[in-house]
């Protein structure tokens, strides 16, 4: 056996005795909250089509009228010849949803960070980020050079602390947080993060992968960046900032500059999403509503966003608890270390305006019977 494959073996042993192999699953998703899975029909709570937008009829039509209009890829990066109208658009409308001068799309969400973080501190300069927020942050901390420290989630002492400690050693300082934290739910606490930043001159990109549309806003960042792929149902990433500050990454984010432009019929299909989520506030509502009323039947916390947690600990047992769940029909996937701290491996449960009542009370009546303790 060659070394490399006998390396790849025993780490994946190694992942399997601790319970933290992951493995594909062929999932076949239809209209709501269908999920199919080895042929049996589940209702997934494990997507972040909060929305229920990536199939409605309207977005379908956008994205079918574009992929015949405009082909099936760019082309090109968008430098070249892939900057195809309905990517204008869409920056158009971002930057107006949001109200900020511009937009930039990118290839992906996890792709707008690693270009914005490292297009706009290096070394020399300093980043502080929530230490729950996202692996993109990290990476893209990490591909600028930039000294990176973590502070305590959401904890705004232990960040004016941080910020009192090295920022006049720093030419540059960038603090990094989520609106809505995309394992446990809870929202950051921006106006008390925009004033530390505005008192030690520090800028704030906050990632609203998963509170546009869904939850309200509040106070907004200089740097707002998101993805096309949660709320709006289709694929991509962006960020709404000024006008100077999104002409310099165009030239200089590695991740937008040096790679093939969206889709266009991703961008278009997006577009039609952000219409309906501007156009229907009801059921923009709908998700939070459910969330609180799964909250409310098993004791928890109320739900500050879509996503709601139920901290399990180990491994082993999130991954048993999801196993029995999807033996009673429900489909909510087992979040393991390292994308959640040792310890705390969870089952991460996400409501859709598509849900109905029904199906969020037969969940909240399947986990109280399963997990007591989810109640206590
Ligand atoms: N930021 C957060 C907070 C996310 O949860 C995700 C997606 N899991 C991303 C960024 C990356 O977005 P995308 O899926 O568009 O790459």
New binding site residues.
């Given amino acids: 056996m060659s070394s490399l494959d006998a390396f790849a073996l025993d780490t994946l042993a190694q992942l399997d005795a601790a319970s933290l192999r992951r493995r594909l699953a062929a999932t076949e998703r239809g209209d709501g909250t269908l999920a199919r899975r080895a042929g049996r029909d589940l209702v997934s709570f494990s997507c972040n089509d909060y929305l229920g937008l990536s199939h409605d009829p309207r977005v379908v039509a956008a994205a079918t009228e574009a992929l015949a209009r405009y082909g099936a890829g760019a082309g090109a990066s968008r430098l070249v010849t892939g900057n195809h109208p309905p990517l204008i658009a869409l920056e158009e409308r971002l930057a107006a949803h949001k109200g900020t001068e511009t937009a930039l799309v990118f290839g ?4 707008a ?1 690693l270009g914005i973080v490292s297009g706009l501190v290096g070394a020399g300069d300093l980043i502080l980020v929530d230490a729950l927020g ?1 692996s ?1 942050f990290f990476a893209g901390a990490k591909l600028s050079g930039a000294e990176t420290l973590r502070f305590r989630h959401n904890d705004l002492a232990h960040l004016a602390t941080l910020l009192g400690k090295h920022r006049g050693k720093a030419r540059r300082a960038m603090i990094l947080t ?1 609106r809505v934290f ?1 394992m446990d739910g809870d929202r950051a606490p921006l106006d008390g993060i925009l004033a530390l930043a505005e008192a030690h001159d520090a800028w704030v990109l906050v ?1 609203d ?2 509170g546009l549309g869904v939850v309200e806003p509040g106070a907004r960042a200089p740097l707002e960046m998101g ?3 949660k709320t709006l149902g289709s ?3 962006y960020l709404c900032a000024s006008r100077p500050v999104i002409d310099l990454l165009t030239c200089r984010a590695r991740s937008f500059v040096y790679t093939t432009g969206l889709p266009p019929a991703s961008a278009a299909a997006a577009l039609a999403a952000l219409d309906i989520v501007e156009a229907e506030p009801e059921r923009a509502a709908r998700p939070l509503a459910l969330a609180r009323r799964f909250t409310a039947r098993l004791g928890l916390p109320e739900a500050q966003s879509p996503i709601v947690p139920v901290v399990v600990g180990e491994a082993e047992t999130a991954l048993a608890l999801s196993s029995a769940l999807e033996a009673r029909g429900f489909l909510v996937v087992a979040i393991r270390p390292p994308t959640v701290a040792t310890g705390t491996a969870r089952l991460r449960v996400a409501f859709s305006a598509a849900h109905s009542e029904a199906q969020v009370d037969a969940i909240a009546a399947a986990l109280a019977d399963l997990r007591p303790a989810a109640t206590a």
């Fill in positions: 992906s969400g996890y792709l960070n996202h993109c989520e995309s990632d992968a998963h993805t096309l792929s694929y991509g990433g």
